[in-house]
């Protein structure tokens, strides 16, 4: 098998995605080495392309585990990290989209509306 060649680009927005070869990492995650390193490894793990296996992976995201705490400091430092969590962005010109993310958003509404309806 052929190895695969990734390249990594820092961005000022997001957290971290990969497409196709390409992964792009927030640059103020160098401020936490252990974290930068575990999200490379979690989209190293992501595939070139869009499956079910890159769904499952987001939704588990068992590289994280213990690295919540910076994850989170991180996040609730950064407020250009927050467009991690919508549904679609753009990088390079390339629009991307998250089925986990729009799926949560997705319950979010619906429960939102359904509070909405019951308080009427």
């Not at 213990?66 to 991180?74: L, N, Q």
């Not at 250009?80 to 799926?103: H, K």
Request: glycine share 6%.
């Amino acid at each position: 098998m052929k190895p695969q060649v990734l390249y990594v680009n820092e961005i000022s927005k997001g957290i971290a995605c990969r497409i196709g070869n390409q992964i792009y990492i927030n640059k103020g995650l160098k401020k936490y080495p252990k974290l930068q390193k575990a999200i490379i490894k979690h989209e190293i793990n992501h595939t070139s392309g869009f499956t079910m296996h890159d769904v499952k992976m987001d939704l588990v995201n068992n590289e994280l585990k213990g690295h919540k705490v910076d994850y989170y400091k991180f996040v609730l430092t950064h407020p250009s990290s927050w467009t991690e969590f919508f549904p679609f962005d753009c990088y390079e010109g390339r629009f991307v989209y998250s089925i986990a993310n729009t799926f949560i958003w997705f319950l979010a509404f619906i429960t939102a509306g359904g509070i909405l309806w019951i308080l009427r």
